[in-house]
């Protein structure tokens, strides 16, 4: 039996796509430019710089649909590095360590990676065969 929202799937994955990708985006805008929120910036050339123009750069790339498979991908790799650089020392459990959101993310891409860009993304729009497939999934 289907749920009861399956033949929207496509469109509201490609509403989770953007929005997680524009939410990520904004770690790196803070962390580089100090916006949203004129949060203090880091140095671009240190290890929370390369996160933040890889949050940045990667996270609109998902949100635009944007060869978001690699860029997902990458950006879930950094979320796995950041969960156990950042957050496991001080405990194992993310509720413990306060490394849900990055633990949520790393998995969020790593299922854009896998599924594609969808509906409503650029890689689709370049690809004949990727806009059929996009609805079927």
């Known amino acids: ?11 509201i994955y490609a509403v989770l796509r953007i929005v997680v990708g524009l939410m ?6 803070q962390k580089i430019f100090g916006i949203p929120g004129n949060k203090p910036t880091v140095p671009l050339v240190s290890l929370m710089g390369f996160g933040g123009l890889i949050e940045l750069v990667g996270g609109l790339m998902i949100a635009l649909g944007l060869l978001a498979s690699y860029a997902a ?5 950094e979320m796995a590095v950041a969960y156990f650089m950042l957050h496991a020392a001080q ?10 959101l990055a633990v949520l993310y790393c998995f969020l891409f790593l299922y854009i990676a896998a599924r594609g860009a969808g509906v409503w ?16 999934n």
């Open 1 to 11: 039996m289907d749920a009861f929202l399956s033949k929207y799937s496509p469109y």
């Open 24 to 29: 990520f985006a904004m770690h790196g805008s």
């Open 73 to 77: 991908f990458i950006a879930s790799g």
């Open 91 to 100: 405990g194992f459990l993310p509720i413990v360590n306060h490394g849900e």
């Open 121 to 136: 993304s650029i890689d689709t729009l370049t690809s004949r065969t990727g806009a059929k497939s996009a609805v079927q």
